[in-house]
Structure formats: C-alpha cells, structure tokens
C-alpha cells in the first residue's frame, strides 16, 4: 500500500517544485519562460528526467535553455532537499519535450475547431430563436415522448412530471419513454401517479412514430434512458432541453443554457409560453427541479433569473414550505439512529481542519441498519474551520469504506487515488485495511503535511506520505 504510485507522486511534486523555483528563485534570464511539461523518475528513486518546454524557436536557443538549467540544476537539487523533506533527492536530468512541443501545437488547433464549431452552434440555436420553435413543435405534434437521463435525480424527475403535466393539459397522446423508473422518495409530487397511467413505452410498436420527442437534462444521447433501445430513430424531432455545459446539441431543436440552475428552469419557458407558467401543480414539480440542483439555492447555480422564476412559482401557489418537508425528510428511523451513533464519535485534529467521523458493525447491529450512508460524511464539514472531512465505515473487521470531503485546498481525488481509491476535487473516496488507529493517523499526517503546503502555494495540492 506504502508503495502504491509512489514514484508517480514524487515525480508530480518535483515537477511542482521545479516549476515553482523556475519561477521565483532562479534569476537566469535563459530559463525565464521555461515550463515543466512532466517528470519520470526511475523506480528506486534515485533518477529523475526532467522534460521542459520553451517558447523559443530555434535549435541554438533550446540548447541556451538546457545550458542554463543544467547550470541551476545544483540549486534545484539542494533546495528539492529541503522542501520535499526526502531521505535522498534524485538525481536531476533536464531534457527538451519534443514530443509536447508538436502535442502543443495539434491540440491548440484542434481547441480553436472545437470552440468554434461549439461558438455557431450556440449562435445557431440563438438565431433561429430556439424557444419559439420549440413551443411550435410541441403545439403542432399529436403524439410525443418524453425522457431524461438514467439514474434520475430531482431534476430530471421535475422535468419529466411537469412534462406529463402539460402534454395532458395540452391534449397531446404522451409516451413515457424513461425506462429507469423514477425513485418512489418523489411520490409526494402532484402528478406522480401519471407516471403510472401514462402508456408505458412498451404498448407501443417500433412503427409507432412519434412526431417528436423532449429529451430533458440530458447532455448526449447516450445519457438518455430510452426504454427502447437505439429506437430513438422513431422518436421524431427531438426537443432537447438541457443544461450541462457539455451538452452535445444533438437535438433538432437546441434549448440549451449551460449558466441555467437546472433543466426544470429551461423548461419552464416553454411552459410560461404556453400559458401554463402559474399552475400550481406542474410549478411543484419545477420548483422541485430547482431546488434539488441548487441544492436548496445555495449553490453558485443560484441565479437571479431562478430566484425569479421560483418566486413566481411561489405567488402561483407552490407550497414551498411541504416540498422541502418532503424532500429533506427522507430518514427511516433506523438510519436517523444509525447516523447519531456517527456523529457520536465526531474527533478533530489541534485546529479543526480535519474532522473525522466513524461507523463500525457494531453500530450497525445496534441500530439494524444496513442501509445507504451517502451524504453522511457531509456532517464533518458542517465545522466551520473543517477543510476535510472523513467518514470511516467499517465494512467488516480491518477493512474501511473512507469518504473524504474537501473544502478545496486539499484535491479529495488525488490524496483518495494515492490510497486505490479516487473521485472529485471535493468528494472522495478509497478502501483502507488495518487498524482504524493506524489507518487514520497515516491519513491525518498526510492532509496536514498537505495542507501545511497549501498555505504556501495557490493550488489544490497533495503532500507526499514518506
Ligand atoms: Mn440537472
């Protein structure tokens, strides 16, 4: 486990290091615009190849820029020594990136392609004032489908819901083509009971066209739930209404706004468009979308424009105050005491910046639960100075399902993989054997070597664990 990627991380901070001497301590005007494009050290540590890459054009200046490192390189060394804190500091090679210099090159052009293919595609659907086609597609189909992403959340629920709600208002013949069914924690929704009684997908033949499909948070195709296979052929012109900033535009009609909350908001305008913006039932399932992917309004998602639109809803007759009952009340009382126990055990190191929760089997047997544990590791951050958060969960004797949460100084992804886990900058998570003491304080040293380097750099950052 000690061993596991090590010379990967050594090699990530030297590059960190060298870059980061380049720039501030070594005063040679030869390696002023030098970058350190990455580093390879032989496995036992004691070598490391240092690739570099300059603005520079021709052959003689390259060799200027070599000349100039290699005339650093005891500097470089003696200062590695003193700021990885390492036994022994590998031996410093400096070589030019050729490789990188032609990689520059290709992907800056195929960077500009792909920016300005996305730049007309947002232009088109712009110009041919997407909104307005849209409402004409939906007023002019008989028979539409509707659909969102696999494992559906709030927002796709929302979404999929108001939809019924107005193609039922409108008189339109709608099939529900989600095949993933929608989780039953959202029954309190009005509405919720057309998800039944709507014709299931399968009542319907492939010959059964459709005149056109809304296709609901869904940044590509291949993110859609399509009950029928690739039968998305038959699905007529398909309306997409999306908010992901990676969407593919692969709708014939493009509703999308990546600086919007949630797919619900964008959905909303054609609702408003067809008279139908202060109904109270389909304004829940809205309202529900928004709240969910804002996580409450709170996130940097929050616009002005949502806050707009949920006023709105709320002068509508939208009962702010039972929706967030129904969607924050989730617990069964097993797991609300399972959770107790956990946050029972609630330890921190000197200054607060790491709090740690635990979960063992015992707890488990006490309580009965067996369930879910997502979100509890969220508990540790509600400590203001907590700049990473952990829940240990004990799987069984020995073994450890960690949950890391960072506030960002630390990158919760990285210092996860460095234990064969992985995950985001901000939520984590890895499996540990050992004992939880051990365990634990082997964690602990390494995000406070981290963080001790974070206080003196700009970035995200990861100590290493020697
Ligand atoms: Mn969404």
Redesign the pocket.
Known sequence: MQSYNRSDRVAHQIQREVSELLLRKVKDPRVQFVTITRVLTSPDLRQARVFFSTPRMSEDMDKDVLEGLESAAGFIRSSLGKRLSMRRVPEIEFKLDVQYEQALKVSDTIAMIEREKQEKRERESKEENALERAVAAVRNCRRIGVVSHVDP?G??TGCIIASLLLLKALDKEVILLQEQAIPKMYEFLPGFSLLKTELPSSAFSEQDDLDCTLVL?CPSLERASWSRGDSYKSAGTLINID??KDNSYFGRINLVDGSAS??AEILYGIIDAMDLGDDASIGANIYT?MFT?TGSFSYSNTTPESLRIAARLVEAGVDVSYLARNLRSDFTMKRLAFLGRVLSTVQSNEDNSIVWLLGTEAMRRETGFWGSTEQFANHAMRIREAQVGMLFLEEESGKYKVSIRSRGLIDAGQLAAGYGGGGHAKAAGCRINGSFDEVLSGMVRTIELGLEEAAGSNGPVLADRS
Do not use: G, K, P, T
Request: aromatic share 0%; charged share 40%; proline share 0%.
């Open positions: 959340d927002d796709s948070d908010h992901h949630s797919a979308a992917d």
